[in-house]
């Protein structure tokens, strides 16, 4: 069964902590995105990756990094320094990278810092 | 860069009326529009896309219209039915070769 896993649904976590998101896939796609949903605001890219260790800033990378070792898996650190990290994360992948190619969502990480 | 405006951010319809959710878009370089739809609980999931090179695109009960002189796309769904309810999200291809995704819409569909 073929997908994208995102995990934990929910984390909860001190101001001050650094955090990682987990996001694998088994499309076996070559391109990753990390997007945060806030209300109202639609989806923001966070970061990209075309192709195993390389990766791309997306609008909003201050406060995150990402690494990709291995191509199922672009985990996620939200890090002490993004200034208001409670949102919704969606990770997702394509075949390849860029727009014309469609992107197919995990189900979301809900993140809250409290 | 490229900006997405959507409207509205709620629709509510009553089951069987048709609903229409509108983008518009800035960057007139921009040839790629798809439309995602988020159930609760769920991650988008793509329904329906158009490209510049076309006017209008059918699938069922859904269309999409574009019209690139007034750089607005819009998405039509006939027939509502519960099922139908959900976030819907419009995007645009922009310069970076990515997507800028607009605010959403958020659809109810009463039975």
Sequence with gaps: DGGITQSPKYLFRKEGQNVTLSCEQNLNHDAMYW???????????????????DFQKGDIAEGYSVSREKKESF???????QK???????CASSRLAGAL?????????????? | GENVEQHPSTLSVQEGDSAVIKCTYSDSASNYFPWYKQELGKGPQLIIDIRSNVGEK?????AVTLNKTAKHFSLHITETQPEDSAVYFC??????NMLTFGGGTRLMVKP
């Design chain 1, 101 to 114: 190619n469609e992107q197919f969502f995990g189900p979301g990480t809900r993140l809250t810092v409290l």
């Design chain 2, 91 to 96: 995007a645009s291809h922009n310069a970076g």
């Design chain 1, 35 to 53: 997007y945060r949903q806030d209300p109202g605001q639609g989806l923001r890219l966070i970061y990209y990756s075309q192709i195993v260790n």
């Design chain 1, 84 to 90: 208001n990290p409670t949102a919704f994360y969606l």
């Design chain 2, 58 to 62: 059918k699938d069922q009960r859904i």
């Design chain 1, 75 to 81: 985990p996620l650190t939200v890090t002490s320094a």
